[in-house]
């Protein structure tokens, strides 16, 4: 899939907005051909080489740019050239779902395994055995705790998992 593609999609747009941030979306979206100086985005793009810089550093940290160094033979001074990798974007947004997927399970068990109660003023949620440890009233305000019912916070994430489930052809 051709850069172009890839920026086209608002996944693929959401994805590395959440990488970079706002200050490095400029660099995310333009990927150049070739071999960049971290310099040279910043000129082209009129942004701080800072922002630049700690974007690049965002996307070779996650895989989709890499870089080789240059050392000026009479300076010394290293000059980066950067490359950008966007093919891996659909692997490392599969490998998120995944993760996802994990973390949304386990979370849904420790939720059905608990017992948990509420405090009405703060809405502070604690579990049973500190709820027992504050005799059942709020450490914070000293409000009774009640008890809280978390099937629809469970049943939710059981839309979700099914949902992420038949997006990655898992079977149960």
Known sequence: MAFEE???????????????????MPVAAAPPDGEVTDEELAEEL????????????ILYENDLASYRRL????????????????????????EEMYDLLDALEER???????????????????????AMEFNFQCPSCGADLEAM???ALVNAMNGRIEALREELNVDI
């Open 149 to 151: 019912n978390n099937d």
């Open 108 to 130: 849904r068990q420790y939720e059905a395994d608990h017992e948990f109660y509420l405090c009405p003023e703060e809405s502070l949620r604690f579990e049973f055995g500190e």
């Open 6 to 24: 890839l920026l086209n999609d608002p996944v693929i747009q959401k994805y590395l907005h959440e990488l970079v941030g706002p200050t490095g």
């Open 71 to 94: 050392r000026d033979e009479d300076s010394g001074w290293l000059t980066y050239l950067w490359t950008f990798e966007y093919e891996n974007i659909p692997e490392k947004l599969e």
């Open 46 to 57: 009129g942004l701080e080489l800072n922002d630049v810089r700690r974007a690049l550093f």
